[in-house]
């Protein structure tokens, strides 16, 4: 029987049990069905959380594996989290490489390493922890945040029009690219489970859509947690409704893609 009890998760999974991340923080959700998938994954000896090689950069997101996860943790420079997994992973081939960092720091900052570990296509598991800002710094606006976004450095506005990161992925020629928002924990689950398996024969890139309550909610009319979770559950449908509705709301679709023109054509 799969343990689902979280704190027997916690108790097992983790060096320390209570994470400091603030109150109502996606990543605590996201930590949560990691654990939960990985679990899963233990149960069918598909996967082994304390031999694996978890490697973040800086920032929020990279605090999930160093110093929580209960396994060998590589934290690492800012932006730099996949040149350094790709050396570990070139003189480490046998091991299971898994990267989880936010969209500072593997889409704006490590914008160019996230391009070339993905043409590249060395066997690793990515996690792009996107919340739309730098958390850890007081909520600066990246190449993920959205036009329009309040800022601290952006107070009428942000002006920029941000990085879709699943074309970014799919013009790199990633071999697995989803996406899942963490408002549906059993298809965030899902999809990490799915990830952590073909990461080990090839690259494997998704996109976790999070929440930063602290400094993107209070600032952008979101004024609690459950404020924005419920906007990220308006604003996502999944690929199998997109598909079976075509999708006429527009709404930003979730899931697995093949292809950029599949994911053109889901999104035009």
Not at 25 to 44: R, W
Not at 50 to 59: A, D, L, N, R, V
Not at 96 to 111: M, N, Q, Y
Not at 160 to 176: M, S
Request: with cysteine; proline share 5%.
């Amino acid at each position: 029987m799969v343990m689902t009890n979280i704190y027997s998760l916690r108790k097992k999974y983790l060096r320390i049990e209570k994470t400091t991340f603030c109150a109502g923080c996606g990543y605590g959700i996201f930590t949560n069905c990691f654990l939960k998938a990985a679990e899963e994954l233990e149960k069918e000896g598909k996967f082994d959380f304390h031999k694996t090689i978890f490697i973040s950069g800086i920032g929020c997101a990279a605090w999930i594996p160093n110093p929580y996860f209960l396994a060998e943790t590589l934290h690492t420079t800012h932006g730099r989290a996949l040149a350094f997994a790709t050396g570990v992973k070139l003189a480490k081939p046998a091991s299971k490489i898994v990267v989880i960092s936010g969209d500072g720091d593997l889409a704006t900052i490590g914008g160019n390493h996230l391009i070339h570990t993905l043409r590249r296509n060395l066997p690793m598991s990515i996690f792009c922890l996107n919340n739309y800002v730098y958390g850890m710094t007081g909520g600066q606006p990246g190449a993920t945040t959205p036009q329009k976004t309040i800022t601290p450095v952006t107070p009428e506005g942000s002006i920029e029009k941000p990085f879709d990161i699943i074309k970014l992925a799919l013009g790199a020629e990633a071999k697995f690219v989803s996406r899942y928002p963490i408002v549906f924990p059993k298809n965030l689950i899902k999809g990490i489970k799915k990830n952590l398996l073909i990461g080990n024969e090839k690259s494997a890139f998704t996109e976790v859509i999070s929440i930063c309550p602290t400094h993107f909610g209070r600032k952008n009319n979101l004024t609690s947690p459950a404020k924005m979770l419920e906007a990220q559950k308006e604003q996502y449908i999944s690929k199998k409704k997109a598909l079976e509705t075509q999708n006429p709301e527009q709404k930003k679709v979730f899931g697995d893609f093949e292809s950029l023109d599949e994911y053109f054509n889901l999104t035009k």
